[in-house]
């Protein structure tokens, strides 16, 4: 019984993986509020790619 305890915690087969997961979801929480801050900056750019596009003015409401 004490060598399956001791297998156990010398287990390393999941550590890969488990800094993967935390690097990914680390990036998911960066991009988020990366996008979360830069909302309207990305709607200005978008707004004038599609006034260049198509020539028209929009207005927007609100």
């Known amino acids: 019984m004490m060598e399956l305890f001791r297998g156990l915690l010398m287990e390393e087969e999941g550590q890969g993986m488990t800094e993967y997961g935390l690097i990914l979801g680390m990036l998911v929480v960066v991009i988020v509020v ?9 709607t200005a750019i978008f707004e004038g790619i599609v006034k260049s596009i198509t020539g028209a003015t929009t207005t927007t409401e609100g």
Request: net charge negative.
């Open 34 to 42: 990366a996008f979360a801050v830069l909302t309207d900056e990305f």
